[in-house]
């Protein structure tokens, strides 16, 4: 997560005081050794199923769990799995993010093999699926085929640089006219959105208050935290989960200052510092997008997953910040009402909605810490 000047202000404001000694710059210079070598790896490879995942891996998913496993003993087929490990219960119960966060990485995997000569055919819940839980059974399975004649899709252009900008957007660059068209790029659900000023004024207040909720319903913030990775040091150990990497976290997290006990307690400097941060975030929307689907099966998430992706790389493309915003699309019991008021607005005759972000104009974000590929094969 890199550290803008916004949070810098906020979190000082919030009594932390950095002193500039030779020392703590070299604390602070710290970065991620392994945790973004992925990025760097993408497209190596002697097989093109491995090619095609090295790409893959780096689909966006809920709270960068990368919930993915892969299984390739059969030559020619990719079959996929879900880490029940990388399950977000309390705020994701039924795994419908999670579901969708897959679906996100077989479109990547399909982008990056059609650039291979390659042809996939993804077949999803071979075995059946349970709308309640994931569970072991495969979550797809994908033919490869060497085919000349299959067409590159032009959106995997931006498969590297596409990012989930969690940071203040430009409250004075308003969003072209044509910003939506652009973007409407799904194959399978109904994609919507408005860049319309009271709209979006409108639509900042209603993600607030999801995000107040989240946060302030204690076991559903607690999984956020507890999935923080504070410094380069944990980054890299484990990197999945929510990073905190940058000069300022580095030096919190080595002093002691930024803590997964300290943002828990309510009434610290660094959870009101951190308050102010999120809040930024939904606040400074320049526009907003969603998804909608006709049904709420497993194949309809996955099929989900595959249009926000496309949604993704499309803005990225378009030179446009992107950040989800699922807090109201959450089932448990603290948020139904939000749940049902965005069902009435966006969904009135019936449906689920799937995904709603913010877009805007914001600035130039690292990418998110990776498991290596080798770590996601349980069987070669």
Known sequence: MTLSRRRTLALIGGGVILAATAGLGAVASRKPRTALLPWDNAGLGDDPRKRALSYALLAPNP???????VDLRQPGEVTLFVDTAKLLPKTDPF????????GCFLELMRMAASHDGQRVEITPFPDGFDDRALDARPVARATF?????VTPDP??????DRRSTKEPYDLTRPLPADTLDQLAVVLHGRFGGTIDAAEVAAWRAFTHEALRIEIETPRTYKESVDLFRIGRAEVDANPDGIDFTGPLFETLGTFGLMTRDSVLDTSSSAYQAGLAAVYANTDTAMGHVWLVTPGNSRPDQIA???????VNLAATGAG???QPLSQALQEYPEMAKQYADLHAKLAPDGGTVQMLARIGYGPRVAPSPRWPLEAKIVHA
Do not use: K, S, Y
């Open 155 to 160: 959106l995997f252009a931006h498969a590297l």
């Open 95 to 102: 795994n419908r993010q999670i579901t969708i966060g897959l």
């Open 63 to 69: 709270h960068n769990r990368q919930p993915w496993l």
């Open 304 to 310: 989900t997953g595959a249009d926000w992706l496309r």
């Open 320 to 322: 446009v910040a992107f």
């Open 145 to 149: 085929a060497a085919d000349p004649t």
